[in-house]
Nanobody
C-alpha cells in the first residue's frame, strides 16, 4: 500500500539548517503533486510548500518564502524540504503529503525543534 516516510527532523539552533526527506512507496510517485505541511499541538495543519508532479512549479507559504526550498527526485521517489535560516517559530511537526485528484496520502511526521 501507499507509504510516505519522513526523515531529517531534529533539534537545531536558530539560524541553522535542516533538510527533510520524504520517501514514497506503493504508488506512482511521479504522478502525484507533493506538499509539506506543519502542525503544532492543538493547531490546524498548515501548508508550507508544494511542488507539481514533474517539479516544474512550486509554491510557498509567506512565512517560509526565501528560506525554504521544496524539490523532488522522481527517480528516487523522494521529496525534500531544505530549510535555512531557521527560527524558533519554525518549531513544528512536519508532514509530507501526496495528492492526485481526490487521492491523498500522508506521512507520519517528523519533529523539527529550533532552539538555543
Amino acid at each position: 500500500q501507499a507509504q510516505l516516510v519522513e526523515s531529517g527532523g531534529g533539534l537545531v539552533q536558530p539560524g541553522g539548517s535542516l533538510r527533510l526527506s520524504c520517501a514514497a512507496s506503493g504508488f506512482t510517485f511521479s504522478s502525484y503533486a507533493m506538499s509539506w505541511y506543519r502542525q503544532a499541538p492543538g493547531k490546524e495543519r498548515e501548508l508550507v510548500a508544494s511542488i507539481t508532479s514533474a517539479g516544474g512549479s512550486t509554491n510557498y507559504a509567506d512565512p517560509v518564502k526565501g528560506r525554504f526550498t521544496i524539490s523532488r527526485d522522481n527517480a528516487k521517489n523522494t521529496v525534500y524540504l531544505q530549510m535555512n535560516s531557521l527560527k524558533p517559530e519554525d518549531t513544528y511537526v512536519y508532514y509530507c503529503k501526496a495528492n492526485r485528484g481526490a487521492v491523498r496520502y500522508w506521512g507520519q511526521g517528523t519533529q523539527v525543534t529550533v532552539s538555543s
